[in-house]
């Protein structure tokens, strides 16, 4: 579905207030869960009920299919696929997936992270920031960006299609899935009414660090001497509702006690199990937690 379409038609009032609303992220079934609060609140929740928290990836993949099952949605139900369109586009969704900055101001994105995955009220945090010291931080498995690629990639001005498409974080929150991303991105795109050229949304933004600092809300603070790293969520933004035109994003910057609106979204094993994903959950471990298949 073209979402420019969505849009003028008046399926996605600008003025929605989806903070303020009942989420309905299904029509008939509890397969995606929405978790309000806290991040380190919510995540507990999440495992408790034996739900993967949901992924940058699985973000994409959800809202190009609610697109998609409006196309064959019988007529009567129309509106209600139309609230559910609503509230994944516009929500911005807490994710599992981790940025984790290093002292060299290097960056790793951290897929289904165990850092966060095992996150709860009890997480001794360092101004919001799960901290890493060496041992831990070798440990971690991720795509890797240097201080210079964070430079050139990161934090940016927004993106045309084409940069969207080939911009190697994207790639890598998309987990090398090229199609998956060229979909989400050509559905994202569609809602604006300039050329490709001209059309630019989707920035993907990391906590500004520079050697041995790390910012909490903009400032700079020094790193202490054990910290090797510090690690945050990826964040999924939704369209503002202030313009049809406001960047979606990927956003690693927030401090995980930071918002106690952020919204997570658990999904339900049989979800996973039906998609071949192997109905993850999670159980607690050491640092993070142990991820079982």
Known sequence: MNMKRFINDGLIPQCLEVMNMNLKLNLWTTDYKPFRGLYTAQMPLIVAERRTPMSVAKVMRRRVEVLDELKNAPRDLREEYKKVIQH???ATISTGDGAVRHRDGSLTIVLDAPYLWGINPDTNLVDGNVSFDDA????????KFSAKQVERYFNKPLLNIAQTKKHPGWLALARGDED???RFVDAAFSHTDKPDDENQMMPILTSLSTPALYSVSGVFKPMAPGMMAYGRAWDMGGIARSSSRSPLY?????ELNFDDHSLLVGIAQLVQLERGEGGQYATYGRVGIDCKV
């Open 180 to 182: 998956l991303l060229a």
């Open 136 to 143: 831990d931080y070798r440990r971690l498995a991720g795509d």
């Open 250 to 254: 990927a956003d690693g910057r927030a």
């Open 88 to 90: 994944w586009w516009y």
